[in-house]
């Protein structure tokens, strides 16, 4: 039976919330303050410290950091081929799922490993690798992650492949949107570092209510290379309701030292709320300034515009 409890869906909610903007509580709770605080300093942007800030057109994810994770992202980099076969067998063994590994990154107790899954269903994901410090040594038998994170995934992305078309005309609206608007995403690079289950640059999608979707992640782990034609037999999508699905939408102005646009923001809330040809879903927008903080992955400033939770759009 499918151990996702509510509780842990709201943890990974929360983490969804924050986390393509910038790694949120789950895997934050590893940051130390004193290397990620941003101060609202005389010479800040919009409260954030300059010197952790960077065109998110050049960022890759590469200078992403956990709380204290300075000792053990140093032994994680010396022993980066055993922590990947590690993380690879993880997954190979529990969820029947083939990963390239993308960013190592260390934690306070060991290393958050981001990975990708490999061909369909297609989703990002992490696992965590403890590492003895004293010794110096990668605990390849004690790999976890965290409740319902890489169930969720899987859900993610089987939802994805079976409205692949539907979220193909959501990805076309977007870039249509950022052309007119000069507006950008994440670079392709920097994507994995989310681990937000089923995403591109410009939006991630979290299964909020998975009772639809329990027989599909059993089948899943007796089979993950099924046919977008097999899965949708499987999932019941005119009983999903679009409060059992979030997709949130994070943009960026492309060019440097301009405010986010408010009619660029309104434009696409109303191409949003317009179009009848994209997963049903409840969708939250933000729209940031060109600056990502790179520590922490985040666009989230002062000046940022946010269609605030009760105002989702509620796509039927």
């Not at 977008?228 to 679009?242: D, F, G, L, Q």
């Not at 666009?299 to 009760?310: A, Q």
Request: proline fraction near 3%.
């Amino acid at each position: 039976m499918l151990k996702v409890r509510k509780s842990s869906l709201v943890v990974i909610m929360i983490v969804s919330l924050f986390i393509l903007g910038g790694c949120g509580e789950v895997l934050d709770k590893f940051n130390d303050a004193s290397e990620n605080e941003t101060t609202d300093i005389d010479n800040g942007v919009n409260g954030k410290n300059p010197e952790v800030l960077m065109p998110v057109q050049e960022y890759t994810g590469e200078e992403y950091t956990l709380r204290n994770g300075k000792e053990t992202d140093k032994i994680a980099n010396e022993n980066r081929e055993i922590i990947k076969k590690a993380a690879k067998s993880f997954f190979d063994e529990e969820y029947n799922t083939e990963v390239i590994v993308h960013n190592i990154v260390g934690n306070v107790d060991g290393a958050t490993v981001f990975v990708e899954s490999v061909g369909e269903p297609h989703f990002y994901t992490y696992a965590i690798i403890p590492i003895n410090k004293q010794e110096k040594e990668i605990l390849v038998d004690q790999v976890w992650s965290q409740e319902g994170q890489i169930e969720n995934a899987i859900m993610a992305g089987i939802y994805g492949m079976v409205m692949e078309d539907e979220f193909q005309h959501l990805t076309d609206l977007i870039e249509e949107v950022n052309q007119e608007y000069d507006l950008t995403g994440l670079t392709k690079e920097a994507v994995p570092i989310g681990a937000n289950q089923f995403s591109n640059e410009y939006y991630f999608v979290t299964i909020w209510d998975e009772k639809n979707f329990e027989m599909v992640y059993q089948e899943y782990l007796k089979k993950s290379n099924r046919s977008s034609k097999e899965w949708e037999e499987m999932i019941p999508v005119n009983k999903i309701k679009p409060d059992e699905i979030s997709v949130a939408i994070n943009l960026y102005m492309a060019k440097k030292n301009v405010e986010p646009s408010q009619e660029a923001f309104d434009h696409l809330i109303e191409k949003i709320e317009e179009a009848d040809n994209i997963p049903k879903g409840r969708y939250g927008i933000s729209l940031h300034d060109n600056y990502i903080d790179m520590k922490v992955a985040s666009g989230s400033k002062d000046n940022s515009l946010e269609l605030p939770v009760p105002e989702d759009i509620i796509k039927e």
